[in-house]
């Protein structure tokens, strides 16, 4: 089993960055890969980003390629999720959550992840 906590989420302008981080606890976070979902008020929860296992294989989301950065550090149990370029309908909850996978395997669906965080606000005002 991996916990999680997000944290890094406020208020920023358009244009502004942010760096999100998920801390796990548990043995297996070097074992599973970890998605970034969000969820705006009204709206589904949606996929942002993806990192594997091992950090080598990275996947966005359309409406943030170019934008977010996903990385990892096994080392310290953590995923950061960089957002520069803010627009306000980056703006909703943002949730990281994990699975256990094999190599490479990235998740991309919310329903196969199995571990999620609390969640972290991020509002970008215009």
């Known amino acids: 089993q991996v916990q999680l906590v997000e944290s890094g989420g406020g208020l920023v302008q358009a244009g502004g960055s942010l760096r999100l981080s998920c801390v796990a606890s548990?043995?297996?976070?070097?074992?599973?890969?970890i998605g970034w979902f969000r969820q705006a008020p009204g709206k589904e929860r949606e996929f942002v980003a993806a990192?594997?296992?091992?950090?080598?294989?990275?996947y966005y989301a359309d409406s943030v390629r170019g934008r977010f950065t996903v990385s990892r550090d096994n080392a310290k149990s953590t995923v950061s999720l960089q957002m520069n370029s803010l627009t306000p309908e980056d703006t909703a909850v943002y949730y990281c959550?994990?699975?256990?996978?094999?190599?490479?395997?990235?998740?991309?669906?919310?329903?196969?992840?199995?571990?999620w965080g609390q969640g972290t606000q991020v509002t970008v005002s215009s």
């Open positions: 548990g043995r297996a976070f070097s074992r599973s890969s």
């Open positions: 990192v594997s296992r091992g950090g080598s294989t990275t």
């Open positions: 959550a994990a699975k256990s996978t094999i190599l490479t395997y990235t998740p991309r669906q919310a329903d196969e992840y199995t571990n």
